[in-house]
């Protein structure tokens, strides 16, 4: 069975300096996975996927992940933090053979400081 | 384009009573799920339908109902609500191709009160 730990619940960093924001999965297949972003009050974007191509994803905003099979991690990374990337952040699995069933971490809420 | 719209925004309910949140895309997506957030464990997936006419169960469906009369609505029918379905739902669909790695595209959510 799948599943997916998010490391940190919440993660303070200042403004410009790095994030990190890790997630640790465990799958029976081929993962997909998949970081999405929740801003205050508002519904999930997809911030980045990996689709196997390759083990450094790109996403939106900045932000990428390595997928890590060796150690069974997707961590977040981003080389500077604006006020604007305050937000929940969503670790989340899917099967290979795709039922289209996501299975979510716990969040990792980030606080930017000025 | 929309895109997916949920409605209500929020709603306050009394125990027992009916309730059914709307959900509807645009999109001409295949798939469609519900979910609920709750603090501390994340997204669980409540129903789920990969085709108009077709619903399955998701990790958390017991007091839910669905249906998918069409491509486009996937509504979500608390028969008799209680307090512990106090939470934010969110709507969700995806194209769902077959070998595809699927996005899946929220819409705003629904923040439901049961008293």
Same mark, same amino acid.
């Given at each position: 069975?799948?599943?997916?730990?998010?490391?940190?619940?919440?993660?303070?960093? +200042? #403004?410009?300096?790095?994030? /990190?924001?890790?997630?640790?999965?465990?799958? *029976?297949?081929?993962?997909?996975? =998949?970081?999405? @972003?929740?801003?205050?009050?508002?519904?999930?974007?997809?911030?980045?996927?990996?689709?196997?191509?390759?083990?450094?994803?790109?996403?939106?905003?900045?932000?990428?992940?390595?997928?890590?099979? +060796? #150690?069974?991690?997707?961590? /977040?990374?981003?080389?500077?933090?604006?006020? *604007?990337?305050?937000?929940?952040? =969503?670790?989340? @699995?899917?099967?290979?053979?795709?039922?289209?069933?996501?299975?979510?971490?716990?969040?990792?809420?980030?606080?930017?400081?000025? | 384009?929309?895109?997916?719209?949920?409605?209500?925004?929020?709603?306050?309910?009394?125990?027992?009573?009916?309730?059914?949140?709307?959900?509807?895309?645009?999109?001409?997506?295949?798939?469609?799920?519900?979910?609920?957030?709750?603090?501390?464990?994340?997204?669980?997936?409540?129903?789920?339908?990969?085709?108009?006419?077709?619903?399955?169960?998701?990790?958390?469906?017991?007091?839910?109902?669905?249906?998918?009369?069409?491509?486009?609505?996937?509504?979500?029918?608390?028969?008799?609500?209680?307090?512990?379905?106090?939470?934010?739902?969110?709507?969700?669909?995806?194209?769902?191709?077959?070998?595809?790695?699927?996005?899946?595209?929220?819409?705003?959510?629904?923040?439901?009160?049961?008293?």
């Amino acid at each position: 069975a799948q599943s997916v730990t998010q490391l940190d619940s919440h993660v303070s960093v +200042s #403004e410009g300096t790095p994030v /990190l924001l890790r997630c640790n999965y465990s799958s *029976s297949y081929s993962p997909s996975l =998949f970081w999405y @972003v929740q801003h205050p009050n508002k519904g999930l974007q997809l911030l980045l996927k990996y689709t196997s191509a390759a083990t450094l994803v790109k996403g939106i905003n900045g932000f990428e992940a390595e997928f890590k099979k +060796s #150690e069974t991690s997707f961590h /977040l990374t981003k080389p500077s933090a604006h006020m *604007s990337d305050a937000a929940e952040y =969503f670790c989340v @699995v899917s099967e290979r053979v795709n039922t289209g069933k996501l299975i979510f971490g716990q969040g990792t809420t980030l606080q930017v400081k000025p | 384009i929309a895109g997916i719209t949920q409605a209500p925004t929020s709603q306050i309910l009394a125990a027992g009573r009916r309730m059914t949140l709307r959900c509807t895309q645009d999109m001409r997506h295949n798939a469609m799920y519900w979910y609920r957030q709750d603090l501390g464990l994340g997204l669980r997936l409540i129903h789920y339908s990969n085709t108009a006419g077709t619903t399955g169960k998701g990790e958390v469906p017991d007091g839910y109902s669905v249906s998918r009369a069409n491509t486009d609505d996937f509504p979500l029918t608390l028969a008799s609500a209680v307090p512990s379905q106090t939470s934010v739902y969110f709507c969700a669909s995806s194209v769902l191709g077959q070998d595809a790695i699927d996005t899946q595209y929220f819409g705003p959510g629904t923040r439901l009160t049961v008293l």
